[in-house]
């Protein structure tokens, strides 16, 4: 199985920007790279999805290194809304399923 | 518009007993997916509805779980002869269809709690 490595935890101050990486080695070349984030108390939410360029959305900007094998999901500038439970996930093309890890759970410091 | 809705919102029942847990998707969605998240883990893959196809129930953890989708549209998760262990938060999801660039949006959940 495809999987996702993330830090458990990461610490950030109001209104700086924010870098949470997340490593995926045994990525294939058709795999999607998404992120999702999960608030206190709520279900996922959608944050942003990338294959190789670089991309940008309102919430969020994803870097993928060149060779794939790892992503950096970037918060312009935290709020404490963003407090949340992030989750890199590699969408498989031959299965049906995301897996989801544990996440990286960020902090948000006024 | 409306998002995707679960109900009831919290569930408490006693061992052994069986339970339901309801998902109504997004209106025209064709892909739902129902996950299990125990205190302070991540989001367990259960089961996968694409249109009238036959679900996926790879990620179902014993025979006492199975799920059902009438009519393409809503579904209802069964435990049955619940145990302690599967006291969790159960989530649903749609996608419009499943592509690999499909948005899923998730519920708000069901927790469940077995005494």
């Known amino acids: 199985d495809a999987k996702t490595t993330q830090p458990n935890s990461m610490e950030s101050n109001e209104e700086e920007p924010v870098h949470l990486p997340c490593n995926h080695s045994t990525i294939s070349g058709t795999d999607y790279i998404h992120w999702y984030r999960q608030l206190p108390s709520q279900g996922p939410e959608y944050v942003i999805h990338g294959l190789t360029s670089n991309v940008n959305n309102r919430m969020a900007s994803l870097a993928i290194a060149e060779d794939r094998k790892s992503s950096t999901l970037i918060l312009h500038r935290a709020t404490l809304r963003d407090a949340a439970v992030y989750y890199c996930?590699?969408?498989?093309?031959?299965?049906?399923?995301?897996?989801f890890g544990t996440g990286t759970s960020l902090t948000v410091i006024p | 518009g409306a998002g995707v809705s679960q109900s009831p919102s919290n569930k408490v029942t006693e061992k052994g007993k069986d339970v339901e847990l309801r998902c109504d998707p997004i209106?025209?969605?064709?892909?739902l997916y129902w996950y299990r998240q125990s205190l302070g883990q991540g989001l367990e893959f259960l089961i996968y509805?694409?249109?009238?196809?036959?679900?996926?129930k790879s990620g179902l953890p014993s025979d006492r779980f199975s799920a059902e989708r009438t009519g393409g549209s809503v579904s209802t998760l069964t435990i049955q002869r619940t145990q302690q262990e599967d006291s969790a938060v159960y989530l649903c999801?749609?996608?419009?269809?499943?592509?690999?660039?499909?948005?899923?949006?998730f519920g708000p959940g069901t927790r469940l709690t077995v005494l």
């Open positions: 209106s025209g969605h064709t892909a």
């Open positions: 999801a749609s996608s419009l269809w499943r592509t690999r660039t499909d948005t899923q949006y």
């Open positions: 996930i590699l969408d498989l093309n031959t299965g049906n399923q995301f897996y």
């Open positions: 509805f694409q249109g009238n196809s036959a679900p996926d």
